[in-house]
């Protein structure tokens, strides 16, 4: 069993920022990847990013890249989602997700199939 808790969502405008952050914790302690999704109001869930455990190595959806920074703290067992330059269109409730193991490429941290353990979603809203 792995808790998982996503916060720092809000009412930003065109072109602010925003940091959530997410923290995943469980009886028995595992050093799990995780990723960011978001959906939008009628809109699939799609992929943000994320960020292996091993090797901290990150992986962004083509939307967000050179905008959005995902990173960990070790010691606080937590993942960070800093966004940047936020658009409308990046409008949506925004899920923390532990995978189930480790994967090799972006397709692997891109199917949410891959992830077991979901945050309870936090809003983000832009305004134009």
């Known amino acids: 069993q792995v808790h998982v808790v996503e916060s720092g969502g809000g009412l930003v405008q065109a072109g602010g920022s925003l940091r959530l952050s997410c923290a995943a914790s469980?009886?028995?302690?595992?050093?799990?990847?995780m990723g960011w999704f978001r959906q939008a109001p009628g809109k699939e869930r799609e992929f943000v990013a994320a960020?292996?455990?091993?090797?901290?190595?990150?992986y962004y959806a083509d939307s967000v890249k050179g905008r959005f920074t995902i990173s960990r703290d070790g010691a606080k067992n937590t993942v960070y989602l800093q966004m940047n330059n936020l658009k409308p269109e990046d409008t949506g409730v925004y899920y923390c997700?532990?995978?189930?193991?480790?994967?090799?490429?972006?397709?692997?941290?891109?199917?949410?199939?891959?992830?077991?353990?979901w945050g309870q979603g936090t809003q983000v809203t832009v305004s134009s």
């Open positions: 960020i292996s455990w091993r090797l901290s190595t990150t």
């Open positions: 469980g009886r028995t302690f595992i050093r799990y990847d």
């Open positions: 997700a532990a995978a189930v193991g480790s994967g090799i490429s972006y397709y692997y941290y891109a199917d949410l199939r891959n992830y077991v353990y």
